[in-house]
């Protein structure tokens, strides 16, 4: 445990933050009330930094991971606090004070609601750092169980608690699925550690059937967290139910626990089998590869028809899945090169989505309407219309991150989905990779549509009013300016991401066996001599 | 023979054949079933999420056999964790529910499903 | 991120390994980009947006620019004679699909700089910050959204061009080149109210695409045979193709590496304005008139001799490459010479004189003389943005009054003084006065062309057209800066002082400035009763104004500096991949030319000019060419007499002497003046047609494409139609389907592993 | 498959207990409950007996205690009877018993520690909230039976739809697991258990005190690790006579028979040793878990507006003085 406390570095002072946060919250001052959101955000600044400079974990299932993800996190995370901080309204506290509007737990004391968001994100990072079935199991639940209650609470309509139940629910299904599907492959291998399972499955030779079933079922679990097929059926619901900027957060938070669950759930049968030695077992590969096209397709076909905004960016968030699936289902390569790792892709994928996709939803986050009693979010796709004329920094973002969703060249989902045509054809997955294309045709209708509604059209009758938060905007506007910049850096990201995926050399997995030993003492120079290795480029 | 006897001495029970596992399996299997059949056709909130409560049982029961047939105690910890889980998940369902309640007085799944398509 | 690789780079000539720039040479593109943004987020705050900050900004940043450049220039002069430095700022593409030479794709922002981009960005970034100084006061009155439209514009277009200039590779270069077109359309339809600068932004944008369609296949065909973009991987393997050139076995080289020259010449021909698509550009003048300085004239436009320049040895490849470029280019110059002597627009005239100019340059460089090209380019940049400028701070001055038959005797009027002699000063050089800068530059074409065998006719042609050039820069100036003092304001008549009002068309020109109506209009004395009173140009113009002239001057110098490398400009050039064609004058010609046509130098040593070295007569030809022009421009158009150089006996603008002479040469004046029909010939062939095939395609597209293109977008709508019917928002349904999802992927594993 | 359970009894007995259960589920109009639950306790009998039949065939001494069989008829039919009663308070308490039952299990399978912990903390604490709540949620039964009973309670929802699902999920888990268990290795052993006894110096040193096997001065030998020098292997331990800091007359002595690491001592290794890190997450999961269900509940508070804006008032001014 010693030796994991520095990777665990990160989680630890986010979990500081967290109490902090939580505690300050209930505070009786106003200022340090509003101070919440600030900390939540100097939290994560500390943790993005202190992660960045950790070490990979000598021998764990993806050694670089940790270095990439966690300053990645943490800088997606910013932005949707960002998006979701301005909550503690300055003026509503100042109009109870007046006595002229009641106390209202939601508009006013959100503390708690930047520490859930906390402990999801503590989650999220100790997922990355997850070398065994049990940590991964608790990690997975310490990111989704806040999540539920922040849906459940994030407006005070009924469509919230709504969304909540089937969030809820639906979630529990699917936690009881992957913990029955771990249940089985411990029990297929006897141990619960990631690495140790790997050797187990290599000794064994071939794929247990037990294990096949035990993989599959928490694949599928897993896949609630993603939103795929079949487990996507919530998410347009649960999306729209939520507030903006929770959709925002649920839309990269939970799917990237999945993605990081499924990808270290696949190092334990390795993507050294099939004809050519590189790819899954034909047993996870194929019900994985229907997975992938039911999950773009469904997901793209159904945003086609919707005319809210907030459930078409649900609908494509399960389309975005689907494509991330590819990278999976793809794996890191037989060759070396940065276009063949499908891991790298898929992290890459993740980072650039979660940050183009918090733009879309600021859009919708900074729009209502205050026709009735209580203003209400403007989701409506006909509020879009003329947007870029009315509100020109909201409808320039939503132009911006629904091209850059699209994969329009330069912005940077082009160069986020290049690498997953790259890695799918590399790998052999042609099928798979025209049926993405043709997916991303497809997604080219409602996305055009949605950077069309504000830039060409013209609008029919007031524009939405802005809501009262200038963050929203702010954290929309730095997502448009990723979409379309970070493009320029792609390259280095893609890097690093690709370094993030590097399997773990069979010396490092035998330093890491020595280590999982009966006592579990390694001695230093063990651990120093199996010192990261990555395949060079 | 000498590895059963070492590991009686170690405080270890003999090893379980592997039908001896299949039936307890088949055990949890048909648990689990029951709490997936439980959830897709009770309407009573309380009732669905106690059946997935039965589904995380199901997966506990399958960990002990497993830490019985392996004969390591991995699978004991791991339930110890999955009880911790299903704690602290019912403390929100059950808070949840209450809510839920408290909005339209009754326990009913199907009061909750206005958005749709 | 500001990651800095070394680069090694084999040069053309001899291997050498480039140097690693200082990092800071990475900032004179980024800080045009920075202020952009922050001219964009000025834009934003309401309180600072109306005021002159963004023109501050731009200023300021691309004075630092400048600032940076020079000391890249101070610090890395002496090592450009031994390879080029490079700074690269990051990786930007860098895709590999395997490990054989040619699938791996490398574009970072790599800064490439030896004297080629060196020359280039020096006065890039001088010029841009005059320029910008100048557009503070210019464009004042249009302060607020538009004034930040102006100057981020203006800004973005330096980051573009100081991408396409010092990118180390194709792509960057390609992205400049776009950014620049972009940057051009924004600018040219800078008052997008106005329908005639709207479409004129649009013909420029269409003709470019076609010159960018050439540059991006050229750019990829590279890429196909040579498998890389990079400079200094790409020249060392062209090297071998210029070798079997030599050795005169053509066949050896594949028809797809001669290709690509003729496709990179499209694109340098649509960007520089050569024929046949020079069109753009004499329209391009709808906007604003530092627009047209810096972009229509001095920078941009030369994005096509840098192009051919920096690729010369791509150039070099394909026998029949060059003599096409020397061709276009003296005949566009010949062509716009002639336009440019019917035109009544003083803007126009200069926009013509531009495409011929430009004409010059490229000839030259198709003489192997990239020397020549430069150094025009380089005195170039200087008195053509004088003169711009002076027609700018005319136009500003005369409510948009551009029509040489309107105004008179402007020079003498109450602080014009400068712009008089700023404007006197370049057209001095434009028309190649003796020891003025264009005199020196213009001769290093000439002379190259008598040189180089096959190229006499040329010469004459470029020699007649430099008599051309001279006549109609001086019916500019005898016709609206001497003379008598008389105008008539611009139809942008507003109250005296007061420019407060915003976007409105403000720049453009008379409507009889296209010279289209056959009566001369009639102007009014100036004290006339009319309330407008022409307003003299402010602190910024004249100061820059001053400043160019001085320069524009001074750009001589150049010509004696190093004279033992042919000047300062040779040997920058001589320090780049254009090297090997650098050679301009002297013994390195006779390489030169026998390098591409096999001539001993006994041979080449007959190529003389009327029985004389060219390079010395070549002085002497020139300068009496020109000065018989001005002395024409002076007969036709000049006050009469010597004392009426001061207040002048000509007593109506519209009319000269000219007039009388111009009956006797038929329809000849009329097809000039109406730019020999070429618009409504391209009509005629290319919209027409294109029209007629657009409507057939047009059928073909409704029932055929558009069928298939239907049903591709019903599919996937059907399709979601009948996945809607799972999305019934029912709880119990939605776990349903999940668990029965489950249930069939758990059977496919099921079948997979029994 | 063939080796541990013939496919047709597993499947048949499967087939007939979805056919049980599907007929079991409350139904509006009368449900044939009695019926269902015996043909699944039919169809479940059917497939335990066949894999009896395969164990008693090839290995007698592996078969499962009676116990077994007792323990997984209450679990399953009290599971069974969660989810077919139509009164919540009832599906509550015979989860309970499911709980129970599959305590019973644990201890069959030697997880002693963990049988008590469940009924303790599943038994005792969680589903005793679960009571609480369904009475708070349930309007007082009223006098006549059926009216106590709301419609959402009385009826499944497609039972039929749901029982085929659930059972061919069963069918397929079953064959793959069945078949997978054929795969694992014959004793399961994976790893040999941990040296634990190093660690207990002091139970060690008793026992073999209690044995005789060691003089009153004699102690056990702790190594520089801190742990004891016992070899499990050997089944030995070294002990010596302490003499300032050091040890004297050292010897290895064997240890006695009984002596051995019982259930919670070896959970607790596992537990501590390899899952430090785990534990603390579990911490942070019940943490976040307190804070979430006292933020949803406090929600519940729903004032009028009228009220809410009176409290608005002394709040207001409690806050400016």
New interface residues.
Partial sequence: MKEKLPILLPEIILFGFTCAVMVLGVSKTLRIRQATASIAGFGLLIAGIVGSMTQGEVGAPLPGLIPFAKPAIAAVGLLVLLLMSGSVDRAIEGRIKSGAEAFDAIKTNRAEFYSFFLFSITGLMLCTSADDLIWLFLALELTSLPTYVMVTISTRGTASQEAGVKYFFLGALGAAIFLYGFALIYGSTGSTDLVAIRSAVDAAGAINPMLAIGLLLALVGVSFKIAAVPMHFYTADVYQGAAAPVSAMLAFVPKAAGFFAIILLLTTVGWTHGPGGHSLPEAVRAPLWVMAVLTMTVGNVLALLQSSTKRVLAYSSIAHSGYMLVGVIAGPGSRPGLAHNGIGAVLFYLLAYGLMNVGAFAVVASLERRDAAEPTEADDLDELRGLCSTRPLVGWTMVLCSLSLLGFPPALGFFAKVPLFTSGIGAGELPLVIILGLNSAIAAFYYLRLAALPLLEKADGPPPNLSPFVTRRIAGAISAACAVLVGIGANTLLKNARQAAAMPTEAANRARALAAGPDRQVSDDQASRASIQMSPD | MS?LV????????A?????????????S???????????????????????????????????????????????????????????????????????????RE?????E?????? | MTGLTPVILASTGSPAATHQGAWWMALIPFLPLLSCVLCGLVACVRPIRSTKLPAWITVVSLGVSFALMLATYGQQREGWASGASVTTAWEWIHLSWGHEPGQTLIANFGFYMDGLSGLWMLFVTGLGTLIALYASEYMAHDKGLGYCRFFAAFSLFVFSMACLVMGDNLILLYLGWEGVGLCSYLLIGYFYKKPSAVAAAKKAFIMNRIGDLGLALGVMLTFFHFGTVQYAELFPLVQPHIDSLKAGRVEDIPLLVQAIPVLLMIGAFGKSAQLPLYVWLPDAMEGPTPVSALIHAATMVTAGVYLIARTMPLFLVSEWALPVVAWVGALTALLAATIGMAQFDIKRIMAYSTVSQLGYMFAGLAFLSSTGAAFHVFTHAFFKATLFLCCGAVMHGFAGQLDLRRLSGVMFMRGWLIVGVAMLVGCLNLSGFPFTAGFFSKDMILAEAFVTPGYQLLGWILILTAGLTAYYTFRVFFRVFVGPRLFEPGDEVHADDDHGHADHAHDGHAPAGDGHSAEPPTPQPHDADHSFHPHPPGWAINTVLALLAVLSLAAAGAYFIEQDRHGWVGSMVHDSTAAQVSIGEGEHAVHAAAFRHDLTHEEHAHATLLGMNPHDVMYFVSAIVGVIGILIAAALHGPKGIGGLMIGSRTEAARSRADELLPRLGPIPRWAQHKWFVDEFYEFLIRRPLYVASCIFHLIDALLVDGLVNLFGWLPRRMGKSARRAQSGVLHQYAGQMAGGLVIVLFIVLLLTA | MGEIIHPFLLYAGIAVGGIGVAASLPRRRVSPQLLGGLLGAIGLGMVLLGFTLRAADRTPDQMPSIYFYVFALIALGAGLRVITNRRPVYAALYFILTILASAGMYILLSATFMAFALIIVYAGAILITYLFVIMLATQAPSEEETDSLTPYDAEAREPFFAAATGFALLAVLSTMVVSGVRGLPRDGIATPPANELASLPRRVERALRAAGTIEPEEQLVIGSSGLALVDAQARTARVGIPADGSFTSIRDVGLPEDLAVRNVESLAFDFLNRHPGTIEIAGVILLMAMLGAVVLSRRQVELDEELKRQQARPLGSEEMA
């Fill in positions: 590895e070492l590991l009686a001495q170690s405080g270890f029970p090893p379980m054949g592997g039908l001896t596992l299949a039936h307890y399996l088949f055990v299997a048909a648990m689990f079933v029951l709490g997936v059949i439980g959830f897709l056709t009770r309407r009573n909130l309380i009732i669905m999420f106690l059946c997935t409560e039965m589904m995380f049982q199901a997966a506990g029961l399958a960990l002990i056999a497993f830490s019985r047939f392996w004969l390591n105690q991995t699978g004991q910890t791991f339930v110890i964790f999955v009880i911790t889980i299903a704690a602290a998940e019912a403390a929100l369902a059950l808070a949840l529910v209450v809510l839920l309640f408290r909005k009754s326990l009913s799944a199907d909750w499903s206005e958005m749709s398509g």
